[in-house]
């Protein structure tokens, strides 16, 4: 997908970015913005069109950005919150370009992209077809407001002796958590594990406060809207990571229309089903949700640990 930049010349936007957690060490941790004094600062005009300072590992200041022409996937949890970016909209700057296969340009149209579409045509056009009547909650493309994430504060892991917990799970994904009300300061357990509401579904902080990476959440998310479904235990948060080069040209290619056609039962088109047998096998690999409950938009109606 070709982009006009601000300079004027145009460059290939990956709708994908796969990112480890060694690349994001090797990048060195965020100051700030870089500021008139080429100093770093906390706040400038439009983050979207200002350049970042990092530190790398051998202690050198590096300035790059503007995130308008990077993307929000250079960014890790810890740089997104020294940025001042909140969850909701690091994950509007995640989700536009796994949608779009494009970069958001400023803060117009970042603040434009955490609400969620207002009608089927304004859906169609952001999303694609079908999320607009669709049943299941978590096949839909996920809009979290920041106040739900404002309402609690994930504390750490349920065990055993916290709280009438069971025993100890080792994959996290079957484990729930403890969380702190921030009006009563009232301590209680989730009600809800990691695979009913997934990684995607915490604040930044949360996520760090649980020992989750950035290569962990953005694979989450990215399974999320491209997948339409939770990541479900350790296991297939390792194999998501990086899928096969044959399966990361058709998510390229496709983007969500490749887990709709699954998911609605619909068969690839004859010259394609061959073509294609990779990534339908690895869209089709985790058994999708069947339980029919009644449609609401995403934001009202998804069961979560952070909001």
Not at 114 to 137: C, Q
Not at 209 to 226: C, K
Not at 246 to 269: M, N
Not at 289 to 297: A, E, G, H, L, V
């Amino acid at each position: 997908m070709l982009m006009t930049l601000k300079d004027g010349y145009e460059a290939y936007i990956d709708r994908c970015v796969f990112k480890s957690e060694d690349d994001f060490r090797a990048d060195g941790p965020v100051l700030g913005w870089l500021g008139s004094d080429d100093r770093p600062v906390e706040s400038v005009a439009d983050r979207l069109t200002a350049q970042i300072i990092s530190r790398r590992p051998n202690g050198h200041l590096d300035v790059w950005g503007p995130l308008s022409e990077t993307g929000f996937e250079h960014l890790s949890l810890d740089d997104a919150l020294t940025l001042g970016f909140t969850t909701t909209e690091y994950q509007a700057g995640l989700r536009h370009r796994l949608l779009r296969g494009l970069l958001l340009q400023n803060e117009e149209e970042l603040s434009a992209e955490t609400e969620p579409p207002a009608d089927e045509w304004e859906a169609a056009s952001r999303e694609g077809l079908g999320d607009w009547t669709e049943w299941n909650p978590v096949r839909r493309v996920p809009y979290p407001l920041e106040a739900g994430f404002e309402r609690n504060e994930v504390i750490g892991w349920a065990a055993a002796n916290m709280l009438g917990g069971e025993d100890f799970a080792e994959d996290r994904f079957h484990r729930e958590t403890i969380v702190r009300d921030r009006d009563t300061g009232a301590v209680s357990r989730s009600g809800v594990r990691l695979k009913e509401c997934g990684i995607e579904s915490l604040s930044l902080r949360d996520a760090l406060v649980l020992g989750f990476t950035t290569s962990d959440y953005q694979t989450a998310l990215r399974v999320r809207i491209l997948e339409r479904r939770h990541i479900v235990d350790e296991a297939d948060l390792e194999t998501s990571r990086l899928p096969p080069m044959a399966v990361r040209h058709g998510l390229e290619t496709y983007g969500r229309d490749c887990s709709y056609r699954i998911g609605k039962g619909f068969l690839w088109t004859r010259e394609n089903w061959e073509k294609e047998r990779a990534l339908r096998e690895w869209v089709s690999r985790v058994e999708r949700p069947r339980t029919m409950k009644p449609i609401s938009r995403p934001w009202e109606d998804l069961p979560t640990l952070s909001f």
